[in-house]
């Protein structure tokens, strides 16, 4: 290695080594405590960015500090390669999905070899490949055996511009999230998995996840969304049917005025067929279908509403009641049907005031009165019933079980529990999917596909579009097939799997990943799972992380798997932020279109800087990996990336936060180089209770051993194991490593141990400098297996100072004592010392002359 930190060189060489070696590579071994560390495996969109290298820095250094403690680690790597993005791309970019998606994957696979990251390379995933996907063929065949996968239609978000359902969360104000394109409301038929069947588990399970982040269990509770309460049947005037309400407030039932049903509701169109209303009701469903749903239900949203021109009858109070359709009310909450109670609901309250109808008070307050005419809001509250019957005067709580007796004794309605949860609808009407494994056959329905035909390859000849639905339509070969029971023609299903589905279960699939005779092998499935430690985005709480819930129960139930929930710890890690910089003229800028006087170098016009928010590229706040990589190297990048900001937070980027890392790595180097020799020779043990000279380091080495620990192992502090191992670096820079003959020894050996236990505290940071000093010190094997250093408790613990000891102005010795040694102490331990002993040999003492804390000063009466 040429003098200074040739960073290229460096990695380049122990890239080359690790790979060749299989460093990383993990097996099953019982003899050993296991640790499977997993970061959320990437979308190939064409390069990393900063949010992957930070990412996978944070459990690159988890992994590699896991091996030196002796733990045998899994930390693999793959590709969530499927979705729409690839044809979105595939049509921009004039080529195919397939190259679109397996060229990104193999830049993007160099890229995080070259920041150093220690994956599993052989157990590499991508969910585009058949190896993989007729897995998920195959469990969906499982599942659908087993009842918990069904067809319905159902509405659906639908964009026009993908000709594809979008998730809830994928509309974002009315629009689609990928696109900007209006989403309408659409009856689709499509699949479905039955997630509904595990609510309560997958709520009473979240207690038992004590590493999870509380926010991230609180957005599943919420999701979930657990009521408990009581099902009431309204009978329809002058019909035979009735409306079903959900309600968790039955002690309000005597105060229901009218009802409204969500614009969905399949009733909200023909109670008004006839009526005067009809085209009212009309109208209004249709514009509530191009509106978001999610939106409609926020509190402070406008209540808008139709009389539907029928009627139902209040089963408590016997009063004819009329039916309105709502914009706040939706289909998926409760039964899409809800009784209004204005004087005790805020939202019932707002829409009876904005159209006029009745209020009639059902509880109070337990200590006030309330007049219906005159509240200006509802009384959502517990309190005291009134104008209830027999019920009047009850507290609530009471109230709501004597009125569940009731309703159930008259059969008009029953105690239940509902969730806001809904069943997983994963039919998309795309091409690059998983294709779903379903034939349909005039004559036998629906037929699945046999478990020797998968899997179902999807075809490669197709031409995206992006209009008229699936492009898998016009592929005929595809298209037609036998019918797998009676052999008559038949048509495969065209829908292609959410994507979700993907990442349901590809962490089960790493644990054996070339296993042939099912989609994992149970033996080892059981001896990695669950994953110790996940890693990814706050972004994830609900959807990704409560699908893969789902589906490891699932699989569970299949006799697969051992295990009840696939994630012990997990970390949502923040985001990497940067301030941006916006021309009058041209908008956003890169900071590479920025010259240093802040101007525009396009139009040479001032610049306006940003607020510091997550980098983009729309906002085209963001730094490229490549150029960290060329100008200061991957070690940097990480160490940076480590050091700026707890995991947890956001990182605000910092141009001087990035040279500061790297000036620091180059000072490690020079620590090395200056002492090179010195740091080459022999070794042997270091006796702390006798080191004088060499003894402020070793404990700071000692305690720097302690702090990088329980930062890394206990908080993920990373941040603050840097910080120590900086405050290290400097106190071995202010050693002298040479000295006088009867401290030579001591001080070689001290600065030995300091240097190398810094360059084991900091391998996991930065992996490729440390290996390459560890080679040139002449250790011997890769630094990555050696033991991880430890610490003397004792040690750590030991509060002293150092004591100067003279005789007759003279200093003959350094002592070291504890820190609350009074003076008595001091004189006691000065003339013990067999130093000092020798030095007053045949002299009198005359007096001791005390300095606390500092200095000893015997002074003598001359030989004797």
Same mark, same amino acid.
């Given at each position: 290695m040429a003098r200074g930190y040739d960073f290229k060189t460096i990695e380049a060489k122990w890239q080359g080594v690790w790979e060749e070696s299989g460093a990383f590579a993990a097996t099953e071994d019982p003899e050993r405590r296991k640790f499977y560390l997993l970061e959320m495996y990437p979308y190939p969109s064409g390069r990393i960015h900063m949010g992957h290298v930070r990412n996978y820095a944070i459990g690159d250094v988890l992994a590699r500090f896991l091996r030196m403690r002796g733990y045998n680690v899994l930390h693999p790597m793959g590709w969530d390669s499927f979705g729409l993005p690839a044809e979105n791309a595939a049509i921009e970019h004039r080529t195919h999905p397939a190259k679109w998606t397996y060229d990104n994957i193999a830049y993007m696979r160099t890229q995080l070899k070259r920041m150093g990251f220690s994956y599993d390379w052989q157990r590499e995933i991508t969910c585009s490949d058949p190896d993989y996907y007729r897995w998920g063929q195959w469990l969906f065949l499982k599942l659908y055996e087993k009842g918990l996968v069904y067809k319905k239609s159902s509405t659906v978000n639908w964009c026009e511009a993908c000709q594809t359902v979008l998730a809830n969360e994928q509309v974002e104000g009315g629009l689609c999230w990928r696109d900007g394109t209006p989403v309408v409301q659409k009856e689709l038929p499509g699949w479905f998995f039955r997630i509904t069947a595990y609510a309560e588990e997958l709520l009473s399970c979240l207690d038992n996840l004590s590493g999870w982040p509380e926010p991230v269990k609180v957005m599943q509770r919420n999701w979930i969304g657990k009521s408990i309460g009581a099902e009431v049947r309204f009978p329809l005037a002058e019909r035979e049917?009735?409306?079903?309400?959900?309600?968790?407030? @039955?002690?309000?039932?005597?105060?229901? +005025?009218?009802?409204?049903?969500?614009?969905?509701?399949?009733?909200? =169109?023909?109670?008004?067929?006839? +009526?005067?209303?009809?085209?009212?009701?009309?109208?209004?469903?249709?514009?509530?279908?191009?509106?978001?749903?999610?939106?409609?239900?926020?509190?402070?949203?406008?209540?808008?509403?139709? /009389?539907?021109?029928?009627?139902?009858?209040?089963?408590?109070?016997?009063?004819?009641?009329?039916?309105?359709?709502?914009?706040?009310?939706? =289909?998926?909450?409760?039964?899409?049907?809800?009784?209004?109670?204005?004087?005790?609901?805020?939202?019932?309250?707002?829409?009876?005031? +904005?159209?006029?109808?009745?209020?009639?008070?059902?509880?109070?307050?337990?200590?006030?009165?309330?007049?219906?005419?005159?509240?200006?809001?509802?009384?959502?509250?517990?309190?005291?019933?009134?104008?209830?019957g027999p019920f009047t005067g009850m507290g609530s709580e009471q109230a709501r079980e004597a009125i569940a007796d009731f309703l159930e004794r008259r059969g008009i309605g029953k105690r239940t529990v509902h969730y806001r949860l809904r069943d997983w609808g994963i039919s998309r009407q795309r091409y690059w999917g998983n294709p779903i494994p379903i034939v349909y056959c005039d004559g036998c329905g629906v037929v699945p596909v046999p478990y020797q035909e998968l899997p179902i390859i999807l075809p490669q000849d197709v031409q995206i579009t992006m209009k008229g639905g699936s492009p898998l339509q016009k592929v005929a070969t595809f298209t037609h097939v036998a019918c797998p029971r009676c052999?008559?023609?038949?048509?495969?299903?065209?829908? +292609?799997?959410?994507? /979700?589905?993907?990442?349901?279960?590809?962490?089960?699939? /790493?644990?054996?990943?070339?296993?042939?005779?099912?989609?994992?092998?149970?033996?080892?499935?059981?001896?990695?799972? %669950?994953?110790?430690?996940?890693?990814?985005?706050?972004?994830?709480?609900? $959807?990704? =992380?409560?699908?893969?819930?789902?589906?490891?129960?699932?699989?569970?139930?299949?006799?697969?798997?051992?295990?009840?929930?696939?994630?012990?710890?997990?970390?949502? @890690?923040?985001?990497?932020?940067?301030?941006?910089?916006?021309?009058?003229?041209?908008?956003?800028? =890169?900071?590479?279109?920025?010259?240093?006087?802040?101007?525009?170098?396009?139009?040479?016009?001032?610049?306006?800087?940003?607020?510091?928010?997550?980098?983009?590229?729309?906002?085209?706040?963001?730094?490229? %990996?490549? #150029? $960290? $990589?060329?100008?200061?190297?991957? #070690?940097?990048?990480?160490?940076?990336?480590?050091?700026?900001?707890?995991?947890e937070r956001d990182l605000e980027w910092s141009e001087q936060g990035v040279e500061g890392s790297f000036r620091f790595l180059s000072r490690i180097v020079r620590l090395v180089e200056d002492h090179e020799a010195l740091l080459k020779a022999p070794l042997a043990p270091i006796l702390f209770q006798g080191l004088v000279a060499g003894r402020a380091l070793y404990r700071k080495a000692q305690q720097t051993i302690k702090r990088v620990t329980e930062d890394i192992e206990e908080e993920f502090h990373f941040n603050t194991a840097i910080s120590a191992l900086m405050e290290l670096a400097n106190e071995i820079g202010r050693f002298e490593p040479a000295g006088p003959a009867d401290e030579a020894d001591e001080r070689r050996l001290t600065y030995s141990y300091a240097v190398e236990t810094l360059l084991l505290l900091l391998s996991p940071f930065a992996p490729h400098l440390c290996e390459e000093l560890w080679e040139r010190l002449g250790r011997g094997g890769s630094i990555f297996q050696a033991a991880w250093p430890t610490y003397d408790p004792a040690v750590i613990m030991a509060d002293e100072i150092v004591v100067v000891v003279q005789i007759d102005g003279k200093v003959r010795s350094r002592l070291f004592m504890p820190a609350d040694a009074d003076e008595s102490t001091m004189r006691e331990v000065a003339l013990a010392d067999e130093r000092i002993k020798g030095w007053l040999d045949g002299r009198s003492i005359r007096k001791v002359v005390i300095v606390p804390k500092k200095l000893v000063n015997i002074v003598t009466g001359g030989v004797r």
């Open positions: 049917a009735a409306l079903t309400i959900f309600t968790t407030r @039955q002690d309000t039932l005597f105060g229901a +005025t009218f009802m409204v049903l969500a614009p969905e509701h399949p009733l909200a =169109l023909s109670l008004s067929k006839g +009526t005067s209303q009809e085209q009212h009701v009309k109208a209004f469903v249709d514009r509530m279908k191009l509106e978001d749903r999610t939106q409609r239900a926020v509190a402070d949203a406008s209540k808008e509403g139709v /009389f539907t021109g029928a009627y139902a009858i209040n089963p408590l109070t016997h009063e004819r009641i009329p039916v309105w359709i709502g914009n706040f009310v939706l =289909l998926e909450y409760g039964t899409g049907a809800i009784m209004a109670v204005p004087s005790n609901d805020q939202r019932d309250f707002e829409f009876a005031k +904005t159209y006029g109808l009745p209020i009639r008070l059902a509880v109070k307050p337990v200590d006030a009165d309330l007049d219906e005419s005159s509240m200006q809001q509802a009384h959502e509250g517990e309190g005291v019933l009134v104008n209830s052999g008559s023609p038949a048509r495969r299903e065209m829908d +292609t799997m959410d994507t /979700f589905v993907d990442s349901s279960w590809y962490f089960l699939r /790493f644990t054996s990943p070339h296993a042939e005779d099912g989609p994992v092998s149970p033996a080892r499935v059981n001896y990695w799972m %669950p994953v110790d430690q996940y890693i990814g985005g706050i972004e994830h709480a609900v $959807l990704h =992380l409560l699908y893969a819930r789902f589906f490891t129960k699932a699989v569970r139930d299949l006799g697969l798997i051992a295990i009840d929930e696939p994630f012990n710890r997990l970390l949502t @890690q923040g985001m990497v932020c940067k301030e941006t910089y916006r021309c009058p003229e041209h908008g956003f800028r =890169l900071p590479e279109e920025v010259d240093t006087a802040r101007a525009c170098k396009a139009c040479g016009r001032p610049i306006e800087i940003g607020r510091i928010e997550k980098m983009s590229k729309s906002k085209k706040n963001v730094i490229d %990996p490549e #150029d $960290l $990589l060329m100008q200061y190297g991957a #070690d940097t990048a990480r160490l940076f990336c480590l050091f700026a900001a707890p995991p």
